[in-house]
């Protein structure tokens, strides 16, 4: 089955605490993004992947880190949670950004909620 | 990526059409449109998308003027599953390019 797989589905952690979101999936896809979502402030773009070893910042990268080591995997990292970085928090993935149809057709995972105290 | 604008919420009944419309001004030459519905604490779902007049697939329709400053998303005969927030995107990707969802329209769909 085509997925996007994220891991942990829900996590509370410390201030200052490292922690990694893993993201795959098995669609072969070239783009990979992170998005955190918030009441009020709807999807945000966090960072996001051309391809593997190229990286981007979206909208809201402070405080994160990406790396695109393998085609299949996108793992977000903060170094040194906040309390605002507690939030919803999507990974998705995109056949090509090359691609003359469905140029925009992402598929997300099912969410990673955190929770920093 | 141009930017949209989306009521913020619509209320609708089951067994109605309804229509959600997206402007979008500084849409350029090779801007797609995208649609995504998004349920409570689930990822987004790729919906439709299109480039000008008129692009029909299982779950719905959506309508572009000749203009392009503009799109319509019609759901037939919606029911109660179909409660949710639906974003309209408009761009093309290049490396430069950052995905921006906005805040969507949260249509509730009533008995």
């Known amino acids: 089955e085509a997925q996007v797989t994220q891991n942990p589905r829900y996590l509370i952690t410390v201030t200052g605490k490292k922690l990694t979101v893993t993201c795959s999936q098995n669609m072969n896809h070239e783009y990979m993004s992170w998005y955190r979502q918030d009441p009020g402030l709807g999807l945000r773009q966090i960072y996001y992947?051309?391809?593997?070893?190229?990286?981007d910042k979206g909208d809201v990268p402070e405080g994160y880190k990406v790396s695109r080591k393998e085609k299949r995997n996108f793992p977000l990292i903060l170094e040194s949670p906040s309390p605002n970085q507690t939030s919803l928090y999507f990974c998705?993935?995109?056949?090509?950004?090359?691609?003359?149809?469905?140029?925009?057709?992402?598929?997300f995972g099912p969410g990673t909620r955190l929770t920093v105290t | 990526l141009a930017k949209t604008t989306q009521p913020i919420s619509m209320d609708s009944y089951e067994g109605q059409e309804v229509n959600i419309t997206c402007s979008h001004n500084?849409?350029?030459?090779?801007?797609?449109i995208t649609w995504y519905q998004q349920f409570p604490s689930q990822g987004p779902r790729f919906i439709i998308q299109g480039y000008k007049t008129k692009v029909t697939n299982e779950v719905a329709s959506l309508f572009i003027p000749a203009d392009r400053k503009s799109s319509t998303l019609s759901l037939p005969r919606v029911s109660l599953s179909d409660t949710a927030v639906y974003y309209c995107l408009v761009g093309r990707m290049n490396r430069d390019d950052k995905i921006i969802f906005g805040k969507g329209t949260r249509l509730h769909i009533l008995p």
């Open positions: 500084n849409i350029a030459t090779n801007d797609y």
């Open positions: 992947s051309m391809n593997v070893e190229v990286t």
């Open positions: 998705a993935s995109m056949l090509s950004t090359n691609y003359r149809d469905r140029d925009y057709e992402q598929y």
